[in-house]
DNA sequence: CCATACTGACTGATCGATCAGTCAGCTACG
DNA sequence: CGTAGCTGACTGATCGATCAGTCAGTATGG
């Protein structure tokens, strides 16, 4: 019930430690098994470290899920932020198509880095956005509203037709769009006889940059037709 | 792996009968806690019964969570298959907003009978959906693949601009966009202040079906200009 | 010499599942 | 009619396994 006072995580990770081993491996098990069916010892054992260093550096079980959120999510806001600021250097040139690439490719290029079937941070991004539990909600409000907050402003600006509203709505269910890709359930695949590979994101995402912007217009368009 | 051999459970739950009970709890805490984080002993105490009955009854704590979404999962793609099936009947006066329609009131009209918070079913639907997890995989593919044929096919009969490939998409992507809906985090109140209030559920659909509408004309328009 | 990094051995709690056994109700037979 | 035989529904007690977390103690490098 803490409320607002909570403090973003990030302590600076040397790569190839032992504490990068550890969030690494608890990258893979908790992707594949969610928080509750993951076991600090199966993340230990595939960090080949004792299970009581993972108590050791970071205290609890929540703790470590944390650390690894939040180790991701910067590198992904941080590349959003700066690809979304590139484009707003010269405003009145910006497509919506670009700022939804903004919105996305970050995503799928560091989600899928680790683990074999490519999976990796995706997963978890997928539950955590989606989760109605108070711990996922609080990483999200956590990690997730700033660059959010930044994507809305820039649907704002660059769409003078879209109500403040309008675009939140927008951003939450083009996110929801982007869960579709990440969360890589084979299920487009299986429905269309593999004529829609979910594994080929290059080919996803330029399809999914057309249903959103879509989406996002037909938005401006309703509003026009409710002042009208 | 098993592969293509899987059943269907329906067994008749006489409503008000231990059974349906047990059904009822434990869609209540799956629905808080994930299949991993629920346990067997929690259902039994908010069901009113002993633990061992659970067992008696679905064998295992994996049985119970088919039969539980196996119930609901019924009632809702009934619902849709009805809907769908009315407005095919004149297929010529059909409009696109008709079938997005269809295809999401089902859903959140039932997912949010039981429970609280009006939580209920629709969360262990969208961490189903969402889900790369065996078990839930399997359960979308028996319980949810055959309602999504039904869908797209009816994509491809009404907008005829629309080629298969792109109507499974349509598909995917509008799932996604439902399950913003259906997760209810609450943070599209959160992002906009009050205005986006996810749990006005007439307010929100209605803004989902504009979005989605106009996301899977996208898709129909890029069709014609790859082909000019 | 001392702090930091690290480990093996351990704890109490909780997990899903199993067990023998109770009990109400039904059937069959004398 | 009555009672023996049987069945399905249900329970309390308990199983071994596994969980997150603790702690005393060791190794190591500056």
Redo the contacts with the bound molecule.
């Keep these: 019930m803490g409320g607002a006072a909570a403090e973003v995580i990030e302590p600076e990770i040397p790569a190839g430690?032992?504490?990068a081993a550890i969030l690494d491996a608890a990258e893979i098990v908790f992707a594949r098994s969610g928080f509750a069916g993951?076991?600090?010892?199966?993340i230990a054992e595939r960090a080949g470290?004792?299970?009581?260093?993972i108590?050791?550096?970071f205290?609890?079980?929540?703790n470590l899920f944390e650390a690894m959120t939040a180790r991701r999510s910067g590198e992904i806001n941080n590349a959003r932020a700066a690809m979304l600021d590139e484009l707003l250097v010269n405003p009145d040139t910006v497509e919506l198509e670009h700022v939804v690439e903004a919105l996305f490719r970050p995503t799928i290029e560091v989600g899928h880095s680790l683990a074999e079937d490519g999976g990796g941070f995706s997963r978890i991004l997928v539950s955590v956005a989606n989760s109605s539990d108070e711990r996922d909600k609080r990483l999200a409000e956590i990690y997730y509203d700033p660059i959010a907050h930044k994507f809305i402003d820039a649907l704002c600006r660059i769409e003078p037709g879209l109500t403040r509203k309008d675009a939140v709505w927008a951003y939450m269910f083009s996110i929801g769009v982007g869960m579709t890709m990440m969360a890589r359930t084979g299920r487009s695949t299986r429905l269309s006889a593999g004529e829609c590979d979910d594994s080929d994101i290059e080919d996803m995402l330029s399809e999914i940059v057309i249903y959103v912007c879509g989406g996002i217009r037909a938005l401006i368009g309703n509003q026009e037709r409710n002042i009208q």
């Design positions: 430690s032992r504490i993951a076991s600090v010892r199966e470290v004792a299970q009581a260093l108590h050791y550096h205290k609890t079980k929540e």
